[in-house]
C-alpha cells in the first residue's frame, strides 16, 4: 500500500472509531475521492513532503498548520457539499482544504489573513489547475458579505465565540463547522444548520485543537 492509500484507510478508520460522537461512521463516497484525487504533497511546506500523507497537521510558517487530513476529511464531509454550492472557507492557509472543496462545490470563496500564506495558496492551487476558487486576503470573521449567501462555511481556526458575520451570511438551509473556543485549549468543532425559515440549530462533533482566529491585526 503506498503512502496516500494508507491515509485513507487510516481516516476511514479514525471515522468509524469517532462515529459516536460524530454521527457519521463512513465518508461519502464523494468526499473519498476528493481526499484521493487532491494532493496534499503540493500544499506542504517545502522540505515535508515526505510526511505529506502522515495523519498529522504539518507547520506550513508563519505559526500556523496545514489541517489533520482526517479534520479535513470530516469537516468537509459534515458540510454536505453539492455540485451547485457555493461555500465559504475561513483560513485559507495551504489552500489544500480549499482545493478538496474545490472538487465538491460549484464555487469556493476563501479568505485568509496572512497575505505570505495567501500568496502561497494561490500558487499552489494555480498550480494544480484549480479555477473556481476566488481567494481574499483579509479578516474572514467578517464572512465576504459581496458573495453570500452561502450554502457551506467552513471555518478552520478556532474563534472564542461564533462569528455574527458568518451565521448572517449563511444561506436558508446552510450548514456551517467552525472550532469554537479559547487559543489552543478546549475547544470543540460545532456543526450549525441554518433551517428554510432562518432558525439555527448547533450541535457539537468533537474536540478538537486548531490555531486561532485573528482579527486581522498580525504581529
Ligand atoms: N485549511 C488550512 C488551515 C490553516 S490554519 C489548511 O489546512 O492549510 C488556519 C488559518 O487561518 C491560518 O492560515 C491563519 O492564518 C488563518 N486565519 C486566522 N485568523 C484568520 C482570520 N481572521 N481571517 C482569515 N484567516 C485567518
Redesign the pocket.
Given at each position: 500500500m503506498d503512502a496516500r492509500e494508507a491515509l485513507l484507510s487510516e481516516i476511514a478508520r479514525e471515522m468509524r472509531e469517532t462515529a459516536r460522537w460524530t454521527g457519521r461512521a463512513t465518508l461519502s463516497p464523494r468526499v473519498a475521492a476528493a481526499l484521493a484525487k487532491v494532493r496534499r504533497a503540493a500544499?506542504v511546506a517545502p522540505g515535508s513532503e515526505r510526511a505529506a500523507y502522515e495523519n498529522r497537521p504539518l507547520p506550513?510558517g508563519?505559526h500556523?498548520?496545514?489541517?489533520q487530513p482526517f479534520v479535513?476529511a470530516l469537516m468537509t464531509d459534515l458540510l454536505d457539499l453539492r455540485p451547485g454550492d457555493t461555500v465559504l472557507?475561513?483560513?485559507?492557509?495551504?489552500?489544500?482544504?480549499?482545493a478538496i472543496l474545490a472538487e465538491l462545490a460549484g464555487k469556493v470563496c476563501s479568505?485568509?489573513?496572512?497575505p505570505e500564506?495567501a500568496a502561497g495558496a494561490a500558487a499552489a492551487l494555480a498550480g494544480q489547475g484549480y479555477d473556481t476558487i476566488e481567494l481574499r486576503t483579509?479578516?474572514?470573521?467578517l464572512g465576504w458579505p459581496e458573495r453570500a449567501p452561502f450554502e457551506a462555511i467552513i471555518v478552520?481556526?478556532a474563534a472564542p465565540d461564533i462569528p455574527s458575520a458568518l451565521l448572517e451570511q449563511l444561506g436558508l438551509e446552510g450548514r456551517m463547522v467552525i472550532p469554537v473556543g479559547p487559543p489552543h485549549a478546549d475547544q470543540e468543532l460545532l456543526l450549525i444548520a441554518k433551517g428554510a425559515s432562518g432558525s439555527l440549530t448547533q450541535r457539537v462533533v468533537l474536540p478538537v485543537a486548531?490555531?486561532?482566529?485573528?482579527?486581522?491585526v498580525r504581529d
Amino acid at each position: 500500500m503506498d503512502a496516500r492509500e494508507a491515509l485513507l484507510s487510516e481516516i476511514a478508520r479514525e471515522m468509524r472509531e469517532t462515529a459516536r460522537w460524530t454521527g457519521r461512521a463512513t465518508l461519502s463516497p464523494r468526499v473519498a475521492a476528493a481526499l484521493a484525487k487532491v494532493r496534499r504533497a503540493a500544499f506542504v511546506a517545502p522540505g515535508s513532503e515526505r510526511a505529506a500523507y502522515e495523519n498529522r497537521p504539518l507547520p506550513i510558517g508563519h505559526h500556523q498548520t496545514i489541517s489533520q487530513p482526517f479534520v479535513v476529511a470530516l469537516m468537509t464531509d459534515l458540510l454536505d457539499l453539492r455540485p451547485g454550492d457555493t461555500v465559504l472557507e475561513v483560513g485559507t492557509g495551504s489552500g489544500y482544504q480549499t482545493a478538496i472543496l474545490a472538487e465538491l462545490a460549484g464555487k469556493v470563496c476563501s479568505i485568509e489573513v496572512i497575505p505570505e500564506l495567501a500568496a502561497g495558496a494561490a500558487a499552489a492551487l494555480a498550480g494544480q489547475g484549480y479555477d473556481t476558487i476566488e481567494l481574499r486576503t483579509g479578516d474572514g470573521g467578517l464572512g465576504w458579505p459581496e458573495r453570500a449567501p452561502f450554502e457551506a462555511i467552513i471555518v478552520t481556526a478556532a474563534a472564542p465565540d461564533i462569528p455574527s458575520a458568518l451565521l448572517e451570511q449563511l444561506g436558508l438551509e446552510g450548514r456551517m463547522v467552525i472550532p469554537v473556543g479559547p487559543p489552543h485549549a478546549d475547544q470543540e468543532l460545532l456543526l450549525i444548520a441554518k433551517g428554510a425559515s432562518g432558525s439555527l440549530t448547533q450541535r457539537v462533533v468533537l474536540p478538537v485543537a486548531f490555531v486561532p482566529l485573528t482579527h486581522g491585526v498580525r504581529d
